[in-house]
Each structure stands twice: as structure tokens, then as C-alpha cells.
């Protein structure tokens, strides 16, 4: 969805901005009808006050200086005409990054600087991250430009003037826009306005106040710290999981079980971002003290949607499978694994208990164990828990080919369920039937699973399963350990 920032016009007055000319008429009547509109379109303001960004919330006033050009670097120096500017752009990915590594000039000599990606017609179009330094004072600006007009995307960030050698980098993901400093994100947003076009710079003036790298963007997650319960927050970046960064958090081993060798497990959320109605998983996970008596690093990605763990064949923004299989994975094991020997766990219940099988099924030779509780098993169509699954399977053709958990679908990646019990699967009070209907389709296909008792318990994260379903997964892990030892 494309963004306008708005301004309230009673507190546009309180700050003593003196509105222009052309505006006191708009202004009076807005205020005269504080409670049904209170705000302004900020484009509209735009084309009255010239080309000017503005943050009454910040109390700053930000005028895009008429010297300063959007230069794609990848055409610059190269293309002699507009056809040569097009085919280089083409040959660079939609998602991208453009970095300034900012010089001692940087806060002198240039006021304004910054990069910019999927530029287009020529600089008209494109999104823009400007480092802007006055009076021993900076701020990094995340806006937009379409056909020549400025939009500011996000709050600006103000700071001391940066430090000779400051990676400013502005990277285009799928819909998420991201605005750094030395990796750190400092205003991002999620804009589908523009989905091509190159990387470049913003000059103001003839110099470019530092040194410009760009190229292709891929999958990012950057540390924001720890807290006092040992939960490291990440901030995501994805094109796959996208419409903005998305939280990560992981809990690794501090008084590791000696005896337990290391893995991975991976909490499947069943709500959009951080929502808690069905209980926490990760803080259930860690009031069992699973980390160390099970010696695991557990991960809990987020999402934008409430995640069915599918891909969406037209929201290129909502590929979860995606998003698990070719980033978090390898991501996860390549910074968190510590005998590089892991197996990768997955636990969930309801929509990402469904999730989870599929999963598995779909990806043996990636995920080795999966736990499920009270989970819709028997979900005939995409649409039949409303708008949410709706959004993830995007159409029923995709749900019935991909993700159904019918006969079929389970009888054709049968094989490595065969000799190795890999599965776990409870019964709750929502999805008995569902999931018993689930176990005759893999007692059928020959397949090895176990089962928890029915439980008559609260339909969340925190109703009492979760103990039985890490037994069982221990176990699993076991022998699927000692088989691969024997298998050297």
C-alpha cells in the first residue's frame, strides 16, 4: 500500500510553523473540525511549499536543495544514450543496496548526500536515503520520489554528525525499505511504489562526499541486543517475508545439558508480529527451561500475516516456505549451529502445527523432526479460515497442489518417513477429529510417527503439550542420531 505522511493541523499552528499564504482558509476550517478531520495531507502541502518534507511530530522542516541529483551508478560513466541507461538497468536485481561510506568532506563540504535505489526515469523516480548535516547536528532522511515529488517514508533519525568511515546503506527488499548506519537500521518502511530500476547516489552539488558501493541485496538480520532473560532480538530483512523488518528472537543454551548433543529449534508463531492471544511460544518454551535441558538455540521468526508457512504464488512479499527453507535455515546454521552437526526441529500447533508437517514432508533433507498439536489437518480449501489463510495460499489451485495434507500428498514423499520416527502429533480440544483423521492418512502411508494423549486443555502455546511434544522430539533425535553415526 503506498504511504502519504499526514500532518495535524491543530498542532501544524501550536508550533509556530506560519502556514503559507494559500492555506490559512484550509487550516481554519480543519481546526473548526478537530473531531472528524485533523489532518492534512502532506502532499498537498508539498506543492504549495515547494519540493519540502516536513515532520511537525520531530519540530523539523526538511527542503530538498534544488542542486541535488539521484545519479544510478551502474549507467553513470557508461550510458551515452536512454537506451544504454535502460539496458543497464536491467541488469541489475529489483532488490538492491547502495552504500555511502561517508569522507571528511562529508561534513563540511556537503550539507546533503546520500543513496538511492530502483532508480528510474532518470532519477524521477526512486527510493532515497539522504545524510543531511547543519550546525554540528545530522539527520538521515528515508523518503521517495515519484515523477519528481518527494515523500517522506518513516520518522527521521537525528544524531552528531557521523564519524569518518560511516556505512550509510540503503537496501530495497521486496516491499521493505531499510535506511543503516554501520548495519544498524535507522528508518525503514514498507513501500510497494516502486518495484525496479537501479542503485545509485545523491549528489548535491558535483561531489559525491564520500565512497559508493551498490549491487544485489539478499536476506539480512542484524542484532539489536539482549535482554535480562538472554532473548537476542534481531531485525530481519527479506524480500520473501517482507512489508518492512520483522523481529527474530533467539534464546541459546546458557547451562547446556551435557549429555543432550546441540540443535535447533525452530518455534513456528501462529499470529502476525509479536501478538500474544494464544500464549507466548517462545517465553513457554523457556519457563520449561528447554534451552538447557534439552540443549537447543531456540528460534522464532515473525511475519507481517498470520503465517500458514506457504507460498503465495502472486504476493512476492508472503512466500513464507520460502522465507523458512532458503533464509532463516541457512541462516540459523551458519550463526547459531555450534558442532555443525544440528538437526533442525520444528514446533508449532494449529495453523503453524499445519505448517510444520508440510514442512517436513515437503523438505526432509532440511528439517529432520516436527511436532504438531491441535492442528486443522483436514483443511480441504485455502480460503476456509477466512482472509488470513486466504492471503498466505493466495489461490485454491496453489493450497490443493502444495500444502493439502491429502492421501496422495503424504504418499508421495513417503519415503524417508518410512524407518526413522520423525513426526509427532497431539490431540487437542479444537482439532481432535481433524488430527485423527491426519494419523489413518499416515498409518496408510506407512509412514512412523508418534502420539500424545488427548488433552483437554487451553488451545495455545502454553495449554500443557508442549512437555510431551519435546519428550517425544528427544527421542526422535536420538535415534535419528545414533542411525547417522552408524551410517559413517
Known sequence: MRQRETVDAAKLLRSGVKAPPALPSVVKNAIGRVSGVTQYSLVKLKRRLGYQLRSVAMGHSHRIPDSARIIPLPAAGRATNRHDADVAECECSSDQYAQLETA???????????????????????YVGIYKTDHGKSELILCKRIRGKWIRLGRTYG????????????????????????????????DKSLSDGMPGVVVNGAETAGKVSVGPAYFEAHQLGEDSHGVSTYNVISATNSGGPRLL???????????????????????EGLKSVYGDGLHALQS???????????????????????????????????????????????????????????????KSGLGGQAL???????????????????????????????????????????????????????????????????????????????????????VRYA????????????????????AALRECSIELARKAACDI
Open 104 to 126: 571528511s568532506a562529508s561534513s563540511t563540504a556537503a550539507r546533503w548526500t546520500g543513496v538511492a535505489v530502483r532508480i528510474r526515469d532518470g532519477g524521477q523516480d526512486a
Open 159 to 190: 544524531d552528531a554528525p557521523l564519524a569518518d568511515g560511516t556505512r550509510l546503506r540503503l537496501v530495497a527488499l521486496g516491499s521493505t525499505i531499510a535506511f543503516m548506519e554501520n548495519g544498524v537500521i535507522r528508518v525503514a518502511a514498507g
Open 249 to 271: 528472537r533467539v534464546v541459546r543454551p546458557a547451562r547446556p545439558n551435557p549429555r543432550v548433543a546441540h540443535n535447533l529449534l525452530f518455534v513456528l508463531p501462529v499470529e
Open 288 to 350: 520449561l527451561d528447554v534451552q538447557n535441558e534439552y540443549n537447543v538455540t531456540i528460534v522464532e521468526p515473525s511475519f507481517r500475516v498470520e503465517p500458514w508457512y506457504a507460498d503465495n504464488p502472486d504476493e512476492p512479499d508472503i512466500r513464507h516456505e520460502t522465507f523458512m527453507v532458503r533464509e532463516l535455515i541457512p541462516w540459523a546454521r551458519a550463526t547459531l549451529a555450534i558442532s555443525g552437526h544440528e538437526q533442525n526441529w520444528l514446533i508449532g500447533f494449529s
Open 360 to 446: 517436513l514432508l515437503k523438505h526432509p533433507g532440511l528439517f529432520d523432526l516436527a511436532a504438531s498439536w491441535d492442528f486443522p489437518a483436514d483443511m480441504s480449501a485455502h480460503d476456509e479460515y477466512g482472509p488470513g489463510s486466504a492471503a498466505c495460499y493466495g489461490t485454491d489451485a496453489n493450497f490443493q497442489a502444495n500444502y493439502r495434507l491429502t492421501s496422495q500428498f503424504v504418499g508421495s514423499r513417503r519415503t524417508p518417513f518410512l524407518q526413522d520416527c520423525r513426526i509427532w502429533i497431539g490431540r487437542g480440544p479444537v482439532f481432535v477429529n481433524s488430527v485423527s483423521r491426519y494419523e489413518s492418512i499416515l498409518t496408510a502411508a506407512g
Open 451 to 470: 502420539v500424545g494423549a488427548t488433552l483437554d486443555s487451553p488451545h495455545r502455546w502454553d495449554g500443557g503439550w508442549l512437555s510431551a511434544a519435546l
